[in-house]
């Protein structure tokens, strides 16, 4: 059997050592080599001069409501109680239209811009003139999964990379201790699709995103060997040797096969974690004033979180912000941080078909002091010039009511908005009086817009980067996309 260069230089670096951590370190360099990763092609290929280096997706799981946070529609107020009539057939995920719902607080202008926001994200407000907001994104689907899926790969079916997974795919990583994509989710468990959400597909493994939990213990799970009378130093060398032994018979019968050098990077990025992540987790050593920023209690992850209330969220959501830049000033490429988990008996997402000023409450104050904090902290460090924020969401919530105080899904519009890495300020696209549909129907922004537009300012022309699998060429915005260009400074 042929071996192509790249199996052959797999099978040669397998047999150097792979049962040490010293012959694991021959990972980095034949990534750095191109042997393993095409990420040094993808850059060689795809390069332009980049305006931001890194991103950092906000998720807000169960779907936040645009016109009770972002999208100021005062037709809603005043028309609040009345039967809601938009002209034409609606169709709802769970329930049939209600009364028109005016937004439980009051919105107010901010920035010189005079920006309407809510006031349950007033924090917001201080940084209001750098955010750029698109309230005329629309999804495909009124079901939590797709639109998750939709909103983090590109695809509203699973089998397709993560977003942070092409990112680490064609940047790779500037920091060999710490993975290229890192994933902080909710504390209460993950969104829906769970690891979909941030999975590699059929890119290498090594792209995956590592899942890190701030004040959690462990927050990093299986780090560290777990506590036993019989493991020492000399068994566990003999462990790994053995191991080594395993992998080269593994190698030699699938020398196409790629997961084994992710697995072997993934040793090797462990051992260099056991210290790197422990100093990027510990923000004790952070000014009092920069814990208070992001809202950290002082009580920290052991806050009292049996209801939904607001210091929990602020905590919660804040310390991830602050692990965040953590991350991102040690050379971390991605980061998704995730507000919300899946349905379970209370209510801990932004899923507010009961009561949407009870649920939304906390965790828009808990989620506006935290990315208003990321968002001033990035700039004193000099930082947001090249680091993308994108607050994001699988869809919006309607207009109307569903019973007397909650709201159902609306895929057909809803809000994104996007901070630093060159992205100037201001509104761009806007939804219809009702915040049900776009204003001009005929120029919505999908997913695959805000896609390319980051793409580009990373320095990656969105229609290039690509994998070709089951004989298709594949990319994160598929055969579609157009950069926002309006929207670059």
Known sequence: MSINPIQRSRRSFIQAGLGSFAGLALTELLHREGEISQSPRVLKTLRRSPRAKRVVQLFMAGAA????????????????????????????????PGACMGSAWKFRPYGESGKMLSDVVAPLGDVV???????????????????TLLQTTGFNQPGFPSAGSWVSYGLGSENDNLPAFVVLPDHRGLA??????????????EHQGVVIRPGSDPPIADLYPPESSFINNENERAGLESLGRLNEVYAEQRAADDRLAARVRSYELAAAMQLSATDVLDVSG??????????????????????????????????????????????????QVWSGNDNAALRRNWDSHENIERDHGPLAQGMAQGAAAL?????????????????????????????????????????????????RGGTYGESDEWGYKPLDRNNATPVYDIHATILHQLGIDHTRLSVRNNGIDRRLTDVHGHVMQDMLG
């Open 65 to 96: 409501s645009h016109v009770d946070l972002f999208d100021y529609k005062p037709l809603l107020t005043k028309r609040h109680g009345m039967p809601w009539n938009p002209g034409e057939k609606v169709e709802l995920f769970q329930s049939t």
């Open 129 to 147: 003139d750098w955010m750029a907001f698109v309230h005329n994104v629309v999804g495909k689907t009124g079901v939590h999964s797709q639109g």
């Open 286 to 335: 952070e000014p009092k004033y920069i814990q208070d920023m992001y809202g950290l209690a002082p009580e920290g992850p052991g806050v009292d979180d049996t209801t939904i209330n607001r210091k929990a969220e602020a905590e919660f959501f804040g310390r991830k912000c602050l692990v965040a830049r953590r991350l991102l000033e040690r050379g971390v490429r991605f980061v």
């Open 375 to 423: 968002i001033r902290d990035l700039f004193q460090r000099g930082m947001l010039d090249d680091t993308i924020i994108l607050w994001t969401t699988e869809f919006g919530r309607m207009p109307c009511s569903e019973g007397t105080m909650g709201r159902d899904h609306n895929p057909f519009v809803f809000t994104n908005w996007l901070c630093g890495g060159g992205i």
């Open 192 to 205: 829906s699709n769970g690891v979909k959400n941030w999975g590699n597909a059929f890119l290498p493994a």
